[in-house]
């Protein structure tokens, strides 16, 4: 079992950054990879970035590449996302998700709003 915990959306400004994180505990050690998605309004939910708990390679949504960064801190069993050069079409509830094995836990979701 693992629990996932996000924090840090907010309202923000066109241009603007946000840093979401994710905070996991339980079985971590049998995490294989972690990863952020995203609902905006009226669409599904759709992977934004995803990160390999041991070897750190990432990989991102065409749409994000080059604003946003996913990262870790190991010792803190946390998952950032960096998001630079938010635009309005970023607005979304973010979720985290931890894959162990074939199974999935997801977070509460965090909303995050871009105003133009």
């Known amino acids: 079992q693992v629990q996932l915990v996000e924090s840090g959306g907010g309202l923000v400004r066109a241009g603007g950054s946000l840093r979401l994180s994710c905070a996991a505990s339980g079985t971590i050690l049998s995490i294989n990879r972690m990863g952020w998605y995203r609902q905006p309004p009226g669409k599904q939910r759709e992977l934004v970035a995803t990160i390999l708990r041991v070897s750190g390679a990432t990989n991102y949504a065409d749409s994000v590449k080059g604003r946003f960064t996913i990262s870790r801190d190991s010792a803190k069993n946390t998952v950032y996302l960096q998001l630079n050069s938010l635009k309005p079409e970023d607005t979304a509830i973010y979720y985290c998700?931890?894959?162990?094995?074939?199974?999935?836990?997801w977070g509460q979701g965090t909303q995050v709003t871009v105003s133009s």
């Open positions: 998700r931890a894959d162990l094995g074939t199974n999935t836990y």
